[in-house]
C-alpha cells in the first residue's frame, strides 16, 4: 500500500504532466468539486470547473510554456482524511521579448474521496519574477 505522502507527491506529478501537455481538462478528476485556487497575482477561482478554464486560458497562450510544483513537505491529518503539501513552484513564458520566469511557494489542501487524493484548496504566492 502507497503511503498517503506518497500518493499526494505522485498525484502532483502527474498534474505537472498534464499542464506540461496543456492538457486542462484532465486536470478535472485531481480537483474536489468546490476546490479554490488563489493565484500568484491573488486572485481567488472557485470551483474545479473555472480552475480548468483557467488553466485552459492559460495554456491557450502561445507563450505560456508550463507551471511546475515541486512538493516539499506533505503532513497527513490524523485522521487520514486530509493532508497540507508545502512546495515551491515555478512558471515559464517564451514570446518574442524573450523569456518570462516567475517562482514562488505554495500550499496546497488534499482531501481523501473515494480513495482517491483530491485538490481542496491551493495557495500561490509568487516571491520572484525574472524577464
Do not use: G, N
Given at each position: 500500500m502507497t503511503a498517503p505522502a506518497d500518493a499526494i507527491r505522485a498525484r502532483r506529478k502527474l498534474t505537472n504532466r498534464?499542464?506540461?501537455a496543456h492538457d486542462a481538462a484532465?486536470?478535472?478528476p485531481f480537483l474536489f468539486?468546490?476546490?479554490t485556487m488563489i493565484t500568484g497575482d491573488g486572485s481567488l477561482i472557485v470551483g474545479a470547473e473555472a480552475i480548468v478554464q483557467a488553466f485552459a486560458g492559460q495554456f491557450a497562450?502561445?507563450?505560456f510554456?508550463?507551471?511546475v510544483r515541486t512538493s516539499g513537505e506533505v503532513e497527513i491529518d490524523q485522521a487520514g482524511a486530509r493532508a497540507a503539501e508545502q512546495g515551491r513552484w515555478t512558471a515559464l513564458w517564451r514570446g518574442p521579448g524573450g523569456e518570462t520566469a516567475m517562482a514562488g511557494t505554495y500550499l496546497a489542501v488534499?482531501?481523501?474521496v473515494s480513495g482517491q487524493w483530491v485538490i481542496e484548496s491551493e495557495l500561490y504566492v509568487t516571491l520572484a519574477e525574472a524577464r
Open positions: 498534464l499542464i506540461a484532465r486536470l478535472r468539486a468546490d476546490a497562450d502561445p507563450a510554456v508550463h507551471y488534499w482531501r481523501k
